[in-house]
């Protein structure tokens, strides 16, 4: 397996299909890619409160989720400032060799080589028997969620194309379900509906057993309309997941035509680690702090 299955497509220009993707759903044109980028600068430095970069690749973070509507790219930087500031003692300063173990030993997250059939990358996250939650906690495990997502965010087509979830319940137990905690869940939705720069489009569950709608009782009151739309339960049909992702896409794990995935997050952590000064920027931004 080269390594260059596993890497991040960052700078890399919008296919046209892709441009005209953007255009219909994003309302992406060169005039108001040009206009939104100039007056959101205005903004912020008329909001003296919150930092954040200037630079065009990362004001396009903010921007494309918007739909190029400066004032909500805007409301968004606002939300994650906020989210952040909560969430401090887990996210303040973090970066991937402090969770490097749980990458490199521990087979709980991983991403999809390639991408499906829509152009989508797909995070696989494995809550079941393979996680045993007294080596990865639950905060480890979100620690891991927003190092990936600070990746993902660079990559042009997956802020156009969006992201897919698939969360395998496979030999899930009472470990499992009672690592899954209420902090857990509460932080998990408020980062995915409210703090996260990235156009999550579908999560499909998995191989869920009978276990799962505990677990499902105590998120479900947390996830609003947009995000209910989105979730999609499968159970051991991959026949059902089928409609959703193609099968030409999927490994073997899913009833797919692809091999069984042989690969884990010890193959990505090198690309965790490629964008290591954004991971440092990233962790610059925010409200200002009062010295």
């Known amino acids: 397996m080269s390594s260059s299955e596993f890497r991040l497509e960052r700078n890399v220009e919008l296919s046209e299909e892709t441009k005209a993707i953007a255009e219909k759903e994003l309302r992406e044109t060169p005039e108001r890619v040009r206009e939104a980028l100039e007056r959101l600068r205005e903004l912020l430095r008329e909001n003296k409160d919150i930092h954040f970069g200037e630079d065009d690749e990362l004001l396009t973070i903010f921007l494309r989720p918007c739909k190029w509507y400066p004032e909500s790219a805007l409301a968004l930087m606002r939300r994650v400032a906020e989210f952040k500031r909560e969430n401090a003692s887990l996210l303040d300063g973090l970066l991937p060799e402090h969770v ?3 990458f490199l030993e521990h087979q709980v997250v991983n991403v999809m080589k390639g991408r499906d059939d829509k152009g989508r990358r797909v995070l696989i996250v494995n809550v079941g028997g393979s996680w045993d939650p007294k080596k990865v906690s639950a905060d480890q495990l979100f620690r891991l969620f927003y190092l990936i997502h600070e990746a993902a965010m660079l990559e042009q087509e997956s802020q ?12 899930m137990g009472w470990s499992q379900t009672m ?11 408020t980062f995915i509906q409210d703090a996260m720069p990235l156009r999550l489009k579908e999560v499909h569950f998995v191989k869920e057993p009978m276990i799962f709608n505990v677990v499902w009782k105590m998120f479900k009151p947390l996830i609003r309309e947009k995000l209910k739309n989105r979730i999609f339960f499968h159970g ?12 030409t896409h999927l490994p073997a794990d899913y009833g797919g035509e692809l091999g069984a995935i042989d690969y884990s997050a010890a193959d990505w952590y090198p690309v965790i680690n490629d964008v290591l000064p954004h991971i440092n920027n990233w962790n610059t931004y925010g409200f200002v702090k009062n010295t």
């Open 236 to 247: 051991s049909k991959m026949a059902s997941l089928h409609k959703h992702i193609a099968p």
């Open 160 to 171: 156009v194309r969006g992201t897919v979830v698939i969360m395998d319940f496979y030999n």
């Open 100 to 102: 490097k173990e749980s």
């Open 179 to 189: 690592g899954l905690t209420p902090a857990f869940s509460k932080r998990l939705l």
